[in-house]
């Protein structure tokens, strides 16, 4: 939305910031560019992936499959340990896609509030964002 409204010749900025220094004839553009179809792609993928660990369930298939005493203590030892660390890696797994989503949503409200702000005022000094 930024980008058309600077295309119709809406203010544009003239300065850009990389790295604490200003950089004449660059606008924020040139500095961020963010794909929020990804973004919430991710967040839907990793809702799938929290779906999935969710419903996982952990078996030992027991010493008579085995074959062995030891593998089978370290399998016994593995599937006691899943349930804690599944639930971990679940709320984890849903840490990063609320992440992926209200990053997405923080980015399209940004964009839309630059967008009217560049589109409602003709000169730079006057474009003013509210949050």
Do not use: C
């Not at 203010?11 to 606008?27: H, I, M, N, Q, Y």
């Not at 980015?107 to 509030?113: G, K, Q, V």
């Amino acid at each position: 939305m930024v980008a058309r409204a600077m295309r119709s010749g809406a203010a544009k900025p003239t300065a850009g910031t990389r790295l604490g220094r200003t950089v004449e004839g660059e606008s924020v553009g040139d500095y961020l560019k963010v794909d929020v179809a990804l973004l919430r792609a991710t967040g839907a993928g990793l809702g799938q992936i929290k779906d999935i660990l969710q419903h996982a369930q952990a078996s030992s298939p027991g010493y008579q499959v085995l074959g062995s005493h030891e593998l089978s203590e370290v399998m016994d030892d593995f599937v006691s340990n899943w349930e804690i660390h599944r639930g971990k890696l679940v709320s984890a797994v849903e840490a990063h896609q609320q992440m992926a989503l209200q990053s997405a949503d923080a980015y399209e409200h940004t964009d839309s509030e630059l967008a009217r702000a560049l589109t409602q005022h003709s000169s730079p000094g006057e474009a003013r964002v509210t949050s």
